[in-house]
């Protein structure tokens, strides 16, 4: 049989990626008849009859391009591809009472609007104090939550210094349903990054695969070479010009690790204060020292890159409805930004005078 496994790489400490795995393989061509379900777990490692069987009720398994049930029988030469959510490299999870701004829960899944500063999940480094432990403690003080997860359900991250908008699934089949919409580009994110330099157009999109760079391993980077990476796409529009820095929206159609960080970065415009991408330095601007002095003071009111998932929307795996949330920036960011208003309107008084 041919098998080809395409599973996003996630980062323990921060990825923007969709935690789902997609599979796509060729039965050979003396294969019996064979129920998917159990074909399918005879070939993927881990994969649980309950995880396939939740996969092809969120219609995640497709023959021959047609979706199929679980009793389908696979015969000889079918091609069959699944998408399967999965949970990241598992820790030891320590239930911690910390706040969590919920701005949607429901039994099937739950919206909540993270800080800037908290990591997603534990990893190296990050065994506690996580997005993971807030919501293990909150599932456990609540007496009729029932999951047939072992874990929480993570569809999707933001990096730790980024502040907004995450979709966390409570059931296998929710968790198979909402991986599919990410992984067919379904959902509606925006995010609102503050960037270096003033952009030419005023509407653009970044196209380039992505993969760790290889003078630094902590950074993403794009390669020209389609061979090397993952291709990852992302549209901006310009929403205020402050002469040296500007304020954009993106809107992601993949999600790829560190993508609005690295594609901005790649047309000459890297995340404000962003420290791993250099964005942490004065990149445009003046020489003189009153600037450096207010570039410092934003930096303090903006510890972090200046990156925001300002909205997310779905469909509901139960409801069908279709559900759209949006967080206004936070404090540090707005801040920010008055700081810049304020910078560009005594230039413009001062070109006046």
């Known amino acids: 049989m041919n098998t ?147 874990r929480v359900g993570l569809v999707h991250r933001i990096d730790k210094g980024t502040s907004g908008l995450l979709v966390i699934a409570k059931t296998e089949f929710v968790m198979n349903h909402l991986a599919k919409q990410f992984f067919n580009k379904t959902t509606k994110r925006l995010y609102n990054a503050l960037v270096w330099g003033n952009i030419e157009q005023n509407d653009g999109t970044i196209i380039g695969n992505l993969a760790r760079n290889p003078k630094n391993r902590m950074q993403m980077c794009v390669f020209e070479d389609e061979t090397i990476g993952k291709p990852a796409v992302t549209h901006y529009s310009v929403l205020k010009r402050y002469n040296y820095v500007t304020f954009v929206e993106c809107r992601l159609e993949t999600g790829r690790t560190h993508q609005i960080r690295a594609h901005m970065k790649h047309i000459g415009h890297t995340l404000f204060n962003d420290e791993r991408y250099e964005g942490n330095q004065i990149l445009k601007g003046t020489t003189f020292t009153k600037y450096k002095q207010f570039i410092e003071n934003c930096f303090e009111t903006l510890p972090r890159q200046a990156l925001h998932a300002r909205t997310l929307g779905f469909i509901h795996p139960i409801t069908n409805e279709e559900l759209f949330f949006e967080s206004p920036l936070p404090n540090d960011f707005k801040k920010c930004l008055d700081k810049w208003e304020n910078y560009v309107e005594s230039l413009n008084w001062q070109e006046k005078d």
């Open 4 to 150: 080809i496994s395409e599973i996003d790489d996630i980062d323990n400490q921060s990825s923007e990626d969709e935690l789902f795995e997609h599979f796509r393989m060729q039965a050979d061509k003396g294969q019996e008849p064979l129920r998917v379900d159990k074909f399918l777990m005879n070939f993927i490692t881990n994969a649980t009859r309950n995880k396939i069987q939740q996969a092809a009720k969120a219609g995640n398994i497709v023959v021959n391009g047609q979706i199929v049930k679980q009793n389908y029988r696979v015969k000889a030469n079918d091609i069959v591809t699944v998408v399967l959510a999965y949970p990241p490299r598992e820790n030891i999870i320590i239930p911690e009472n910390i706040p969590l701004n919920i701005v949607y829960e429901d039994d099937a899944l739950l919206v909540v609007d993270k800080k800037a500063e908290m990591v997603v999940h534990p990893g190296h480094g990050n065994y506690t104090g996580t997005l993971i432990n807030a919501l293990t403690y909150h599932f456990q003080q609540q007496k009729n939550y029932h999951s047939d997860l072992d």
